[in-house]
C-alpha cells in the first residue's frame, strides 16, 4: 500500500495539470470485505464506485452520470459508433455513404483527344453491350447461309462488325437528338452530351451524317438486294426514339429495328430471303430484345413516370417476369425451329439449351428495382448472344 503522503503528491500534481484527481482508492481491508447491498440499484455492478473508478483510470475519460451509463458508452458500443442518431440526415457517415463514387474512366477518357471525346460518348463507344447486341443477330444470320462443313465468310462478317459500330452509333445521335428534353430529367441520361450542353444540336446533325456517309460506303459493298433491304432500316432506326411518346411497346419497335440485320446477313450471302430459316431467326432476336430491354427500361421506371413516357416495365409493372418468361420461351423456340429448318448439325441444339438456361438465369435472379443488377443482367446478354453464335457455327461445320 502506497504511504497517504504519496497520494497526496500525486493528487496535487494532476490538479497541476488541470486533471481531475481519481477518487480515492479502497483500502485493502474494504476490497476483502464483501459490498453492502442496496435493495435496489440501476446500475448492474455490485460496486458502481469501484467498476467506474477502473475504468476512468483506464480509459482517462470524464466520469458519466452513472455507472450503468458508462458500461453502456464503452463497453457494449463500438470504439467507432457515432453518437449521432442513426436516422439523423446530418450525420457525417450518412453523407459519405449517399456520395456515390465516381465512374471508372473508360478508354474514351483516357485515349481519346479531349475534343473527340462528347462525340465517343455520343456514339456510345464507351459502351460496347449495344454494338455487340446489334451485331449478333447478323452474325447469326452470316453463320447459318455458310455452306455445309464451312467457316462464315469473314468480309461479311467484319463489314457488318464496323456496320454495327456505326448504324448503333447513328441511332443513339438521333435518340439523343430528339429525347434531350427529356434526358436533361433523367438521372441516368443527363450527363449526356446534348442534354449536358456540351454538344449542340447542330454539332450532333453533322456527326449523323458523318456516321451515315461511313454506313453507306459498307453498304455499297453488298448486292443490290441487300442495299435496298439496308437502307430500308433507316426508316426504323430515325422513328424508334419517338415511340416512346405514343405507346408502352417500344421495346417491341426496337426489336425490330435492332435484329434487321438478321434479314440483312442473310441477303447479303444469298441474295434473297428464305422466310422458313429467316423469319424464325427475327421473330426470336425481338422476342429476345423484349426480355433484355424491359429489364434495362426498369432502371428509369419512376424517371419515365415523372416525364411522361412510355415503356414495357411500366406495361408490365409487377408481372415483369412472367411477361419476359413468356418472350424467353418463343425465343428459344424461334431460334430452334430456326435450326431445324436450316439443317444444323446436333451441337446446334447443346448450346441452344445453354443460351435457355442464361436466359432463365436473367430472368430469375433479376432485382428490378435494384437499377444496378437490372444493368448486369442486361450486359449479360452478350453471353447469350455468343452462346446462340457457337451453337450456329459448330452447327453448320458438321450439318455437311
Not at 138 to 152: F, Q, R, V, Y
Not at 226 to 251: C, D, E, H, N
Not at 292 to 310: F, N, P, S, W
Request: net charge positive; proline share 8%; glycine share 8%.
Amino acid at each position: 500500500m502506497a504511504p497517504p503522503s504519496l497520494l497526496r503528491a500525486a493528487a496535487a500534481e494532476l490538479r497541476r495539470r488541470g486533471h481531475r484527481a481519481p477518487l480515492p482508492l479502497p483500502s485493502l481491508s474494504s476490497l476483502l470485505s464483501p459490498p453492502p447491498q442496496a435493495p435496489t440499484s440501476s446500475c448492474p455492478y455490485p460496486n458502481p464506485d469501484a467498476h467506474c473508478r477502473h475504468l476512468i483510470t483506464l480509459r482517462r475519460c470524464p466520469l458519466p452520470a452513472s455507472a450503468s451509463d458508462l458500461f453502456y458508452s464503452r463497453v457494449l458500443l463500438p470504439t467507432n459508433f457515432s453518437p449521432v442518431s442513426p436516422f439523423s440526415t446530418s450525420s457525417s457517415s450518412s453523407e459519405s455513404a449517399d456520395k456515390a463514387s465516381p465512374p471508372p474512366l473508360t478508354w474514351v477518357d483516357k485515349w481519346l483527344p479531349e475534343a473527340a471525346r462528347p462525340y465517343a460518348m455520343l456514339a456510345r463507344l464507351d459502351k460496347p453491350i449495344g454494338t455487340w447486341l446489334l451485331a449478333w443477330p447478323c452474325i447469326w444470320s452470316i453463320t447459318i447461309a455458310a455452306m455445309p462443313g464451312e467457316l462464315p465468310d469473314l468480309k461479311m462478317l467484319a463489314l457488318f462488325g464496323c456496320g454495327a459500330v456505326l448504324l448503333r452509333g447513328a441511332g443513339c445521335t438521333v435518340n439523343d437528338l430528339l429525347d434531350r428534353d427529356i434526358d436533361n430529367k433523367v438521372e441516368r441520361t443527363k450527363s449526356r452530351p446534348f442534354a449536358s450542353g456540351v454538344l449542340t444540336p447542330s454539332q450532333g446533325v453533322c456527326f449523323l451524317g458523318f456516321q451515315l456517309l461511313l454506313g453507306l460506303g459498307i453498304l455499297l459493298q453488298l448486292n443490290n438486294y441487300s442495299r435496298i433491304l439496308g437502307a430500308s432500316s433507316l426508316l426504323l432506326v430515325f422513328s424508334y426514339p419517338l415511340m416512346k411518346r405514343f405507346t408502352f411497346w417500344p421495346q417491341a419497335y426496337l426489336g425490330l429495328t435492332f435484329n434487321w440485320g438478321a434479314l440483312l446477313g442473310w441477303a447479303a450471302i444469298k441474295g434473297s430471303l428464305d422466310p422458313a430459316i429467316i423469319l424464325p431467326l427475327y421473330s426470336a432476336g425481338i422476342c429476345w430484345t423484349l426480355v433484355y430491354d424491359t429489364i434495362y427500361a426498369h432502371q428509369d421506371k419512376e424517371d419515365d413516370l415523372k416525364v411522361g413516357v412510355k415503356s414495357t416495365a411500366l406495361r408490365f409493372g409487377d408481372l415483369t417476369k412472367y411477361w419476359i418468361s413468356g418472350f424467353g420461351v418463343a425465343c428459344i423456340g424461334s431460334l430452334a425451329l430456326s435450326g431445324y429448318n436450316a439443317d444444323l448439325g446436333w451441337p446446334y441444339y447443346p448450346f441452344l439449351t445453354a443460351a435457355g438456361a442464361q436466359l432463365v438465369w436473367q430472368i430469375s435472379t433479376v432485382e428490378l428495382s435494384n437499377r444496378s443488377d437490372c444493368n448486369r443482367k442486361f450486359v449479360s446478354n452478350k453471353w447469350f448472344g455468343a452462346l446462340v453464335f457457337s451453337g450456329i457455327l459448330f452447327g453448320r461445320l458438321v450439318s455437311f
